[in-house]
């Protein structure tokens, strides 16, 4: 058996390359709640400037809308590169709060879509 395990490789996992765009830049400490949960939640890591895309396109109108949640802010849906699909945020005044967990965010995406088509009468 020998000879087999000599050119069977243990996996190791890769190391992420460092991005030089984050030499001088930080998370600030009011944002990392959202942060951990796009981490948790998506598996998505934001690289320097993204944050400020998503609060850019909240606040500029480019975000789909999801549900308004009264005085709580709102639920977003933002496509981020890497992310492979649509991540849900809860934004509150445009600014990002926490990433919604998926499960929750499909359900109400999907209330959304059919509260829109049941308000929409065929005309006779």
């Known amino acids: 058996m020998r000879g087999v395990t000599e050119w069977i ?4 996992p890769e190391e992420p390359e460092f991005d030089p765009r984050w030499l001088g ?23 320097p400037g993204q944050f400020s895309q998503i609060v850019a396109a909240i606040r500029h109108g480019r975000a789909r809308l999801v549900k308004v949640r009264d005085k709580w802010g709102a639920i977003y849906a933002v496509r981020i590169k890497g992310a492979g699909g649509r991540v849900y945020i809860h934004a509150i005044g445009g600014v990002p709060v926490t990433a919604w967990p998926p499960r929750a965010a499909r359900r109400l995406a999907k209330k959304a ?9 065929e005309p006779s």
């Open 113 to 121: 879509v059919l509260s829109r088509d049941d308000g929409q009468q």
């Open 9 to 12: 490789k243990p996996l190791e």
């Open 25 to 47: 830049a930080c998370i600030p400490e009011h944002n990392w709640h959202f942060h951990r949960r796009l981490l948790s939640r998506y598996g998505v890591v934001l690289g």
